[in-house]
Structure formats: C-alpha cells, structure tokens
C-alpha cells in the first residue's frame, strides 16, 4: 500500500532554527516540529491533496505530514501511497493503531511494518473514516486551544 522515500535530500544542513523562517523541520518522534529554517533547497513537498506519513525507524512513531517541510535526521522513512485507491489518512489511522513495541535498535519499517497485513476497506469507507479522524483531531485542537484563549482573556 505504501512505498517509502529516504530522507536523505530533505535534511537540512543547519539547526539554526527561527520562528521567523518559513519552512518546517520535523521529526517523527514525539517533538514533531523542531523549528523553522531558510533553507529553500530539499523540501519535501507534501500537500493537502498529497500528504505523506514520516515514520521514525527506531520508535515506530509516525506522523501525517500535508504541509512541504524539512527533517533533521536519516532516521525515518517518507511513506507515500502506491495507488490512487489509498487515503492516506486512513492508512496513517491504521499505522498508528499497530500494537508493537520496538525490543531492539534496529530499523523497524523494513523488518517489521512493511509486513504487517491489515484489512482495507474500499476506498469510499477509506475516505469517510479519514473524514470522521480529520474532524476529530480539528475538534481536539479546537478544545486544547480552548484553556489558552480563556487565560488570555482574564
């Protein structure tokens, strides 16, 4: 269902980040956004209408990426879809819900995951469960903002 991309020519060169630059650099393990660099050369250019899934080799931790970015190590893997008939939302959805825990250093998406067979539904029910967890992580952001905007108002 997914081919991967090594990383190798999104690195970016410094980790001379700043909040004023443009372009994302991310990490597949908890911290996510590392920060922002100038760099113009190497993005990976994911969009809405063709996202990817960063997956770090060693934790297994992914995330989904719609957004061109930049990363800071060879440690993951890209993952695309190999067909038209995938979302990859979905696809990203199922990933996250594969019950491993790494027991050694090694690199997990070529000796583990690559393998795993799951059950897909038609792309139509694909587009509809993808659907259903892109709102539900709308309404989360949208309640974990919530506190923040309360504080600032007292």
């Not at 690559?114 to 709308?138: G, T, W």
Request: aromatic letters at 12%.
């Amino acid at each position: 269902m997914l081919s991967y991309e090594q990383p190798g020519p999104y690195i970016v060169s410094s980790d001379n980040y700043d909040d004023k630059y443009n372009v994302p650099v991310l990490t597949a393990g908890k911290s996510f956004l590392l920060g922002f660099t100038n760099e113009t050369e190497g993005i990976k250019e994911a969009t809405k209408s063709d996202p990817v899934i960063i997956f770090d080799d060693f934790t297994t931790g992914s995330h989904y990426v719609d957004f061109p970015f930049k990363v800071k190590s060879s440690a993951l893997k890209i993952l695309s879809k190999r067909s038209e008939r995938i979302d990859t939302k979905f696809i990203y959805e199922v990933l996250s819900g594969i019950n491993y825990i790494p027991q050694s250093h090694e690199r997990h998406w070529i000796s583990q995951f690559s393998k795993f067979n799951v059950m897909i539904p038609s792309f139509q029910e694909q587009y509809r469960i993808s659907c259903l967890f892109k709102q539900l992580d709308s309404l989360i952001a949208l309640h974990q903002r919530k506190p923040q905007i309360l504080t600032s108002l007292t």
